[in-house]
């Protein structure tokens, strides 16, 4: 096995260059994300600070998006406008709020800029919508 993947590097320094390239950049974005702020939350951890925290639960899609289907008593506010609605959201940094996207790039952005204002706990839905229905969730119209 050992002199096989010898080989294979030996054949192929263009592949293996390009595979120790792509291992490092995720270690690098790992070390990134970590040291910039919280992991995105699965729905599961999500429901259990609706639950637990009553947190508050932030959809920052487009507001057509929104129209179509949103997490129950979501608060609308659009990535583009988060920093100047933060207080829209809750008066009090210390709440916990939930930020979710369509499929999970867009919330970590919206999470960094609300703890950039002072919020503590916030958090993003980690694969957006998409995976909160994907795990069965309900959404809703209202």
Known sequence: MLQQIQEFIVN?????????IVLIA????????LMKGHRPIPATEAVRLMNTDDAVVVDTRSAADYKKN???NAVHVPMAGIEERAG???KKTDRTIICYCGIGN???????KLRRKG???VYALKGGINAWQADGLPVTRK
């Not at 995720?26 to 994300?33: F, M, T």
């Not at 867009?106 to 960094?112: F, Y």
């Open 26 to 33: 995720l270690a690098v974005n790992e070390v990134y994300r």
């Open 119 to 121: 919020y503590t706990r």
């Open 70 to 72: 949103h997490i129950l």
């Open 12 to 20: 192929h320094p263009f592949l293996w260059s390009a595979l120790v």
């Open 106 to 112: 867009v919330a970590p952005q919206a999470a960094n």
């Open 88 to 90: 829209e959201i809750t």
